[in-house]
């Protein structure tokens, strides 16, 4: 349920956006979720739809998830993070905290955990759209 | 456009009455010793207190404070578990008892994400133990928690102080309240390090002894509050709200 602090930081950060820029209704925001994090979308747009406020009542919510790129910064070899390929316990431990990915995940071509996110990590605002 | 978890920070922590960084230029100054022992005093002193371990890559306030086998529970975000009257937070709860090779991009950003995901609820005082030095951990904290204030540690070694003045240079440089700093592992008597710290226009709040009694007493609470070391800090505190 770690997807509801998350969707009241997207509604928290909306709401300011919306309050600097002056605007009185928000049309959409776009949102992109990186698959590192795992984060379950059912219920990110439910705690999204429960969490509006007023400014958000005709608000459309694009979500679109990222694929996790994963880069070693020591034989520079580039991969895509599969939830697959870990036990149920570290992901969970990624879910809560993405970078517990250094402690479990190693570079499949050279045991390397210095390893570079360039994609996918967790939740990021793309953009915000709505009526002055 | 932009990271929508630093927006939610303030809001996590706004039933903190008081939020207290322990930092040290320098490593292997007592911190972790220093921010346990009291975070432990004023909860026994009947404060709400919450205990938050920064130190990512060397996490140590669950080995004195004999912290095993806890999880935080999940409720919209994590409810930090009770902890010997404290709410306690640590990366541990994640890494376990591996190594978490983190460079400071990495820091930082799962220094925001706890900050957005915990759930403290109403606290007099939040111990925010932090790592060495003046890099990511630091500057994070003083830019993301407003309310921010230190409290400093240093050792009566010139060593040491070289590093922590410059932190003190750099908070007080920074408008950034420092609440007081302690000297630990004093061994003989000297004001080299009061008269540096007064100097300076800021509060020396008295030393702490070096106890070699202490390394015995890590991992067990009612042990580390009786040795000399605890019974000094908790003499020198000054964090009556």
Not at chain 2, 12 to 20: P, Q, S
Not at chain 2, 129 to 146: C, E, F, N, Q, Y
Not at chain 2, 196 to 205: C, M, N, T, Y
Not at chain 2, 213 to 235: C, H, M, P, R, Y
């Amino acid at each position: 349920m770690h997807e509801w602090a998350l969707a009241e930081a997207v509604i928290s950060t909306v709401s300011q956006i919306a309050e600097k820029e002056g605007l009185k209704e928000i049309a959409e925001v776009e949102i992109k979720v990186g698959e590192l994090q795992q984060i379950e979308l059912d219920i990110l747009e439910f705690a999204l739809s429960q969490l509006k406020t007023l400014k958000f009542k005709n608000v459309k919510f694009r979500i679109k998830t990222v694929k996790a790129e994963l880069k070693c910064r020591v034989c520079t070899h580039e991969w895509i993070f599969r939830k697959e390929k870990i036990n149920e316990e570290v992901a969970e431990a990624i879910h809560f905290v993405p970078e517990i990915a250094h402690t479990y995940i190693k570079c499949p071509k050279c045991g390397s955990p210095d390893f570079e996110i360039l994609k996918g990590r967790g939740i990021w605002l793309e953009s915000v759209r709505g009526l002055k | 456009m932009g990271d929508p978890r630093i927006g939610i920070i303030e809001e996590r922590l706004k039933g903190v009455n008081r939020i207290v960084a322990v930092s040290s230029g320098k490593g292997g100054v007592g911190k972790s010793l220093i921010a346990s022992t009291l975070a432990l005093t004023l909860a026994r002193r009947g404060y709400k207190v919450g205990l938050f371990d920064l130190d990512f890559t060397s996490p140590s306030t669950h080995v004195i404070l004999g912290v095993e086998g806890l999880q935080p529970r999940e409720e919209k975000g994590i409810i930090p578990p009770q902890v010997y009257g404290l709410k306690y937070m640590s990366i541990v709860y994640y890494s376990g008892e591996y190594a978490s090779p983190l460079r400071g991009v990495d820091v930082s950003n799962a220094l925001i994400e706890l900050l957005a995901i915990t759930r403290w609820n109403n606290l007099d005082f939040l111990i925010v133990d932090m790592p060495p030095g003046i890099s990511d951990a630091t500057l994070d904290v003083i830019r993301l928690v407003k309310r921010i204030e230190f409290v400093v540690i240093t050792t009566p070694s010139r060593l040491a102080f070289e590093t922590v003045r410059k932190l003190i240079d750099l908070l007080s440089e920074l408008g950034i309240p420092i609440m007081g700093v302690v000297e630990n592992m004093k061994m003989k008597e000297s004001r080299f390090i009061q008269q540096q710290i007064e100097g300076r226009g800021i509060k020396f709040w008295g030393d702490t002894p070096f106890d070699a009694e202490l390394e015995e007493a890590i991992g067990d609470v009612n042990k580390l509050l009786a040795t000399q070391f605890s019974k000094k800090l908790g003499e020198i505190e000054k964090l009556k709200a």
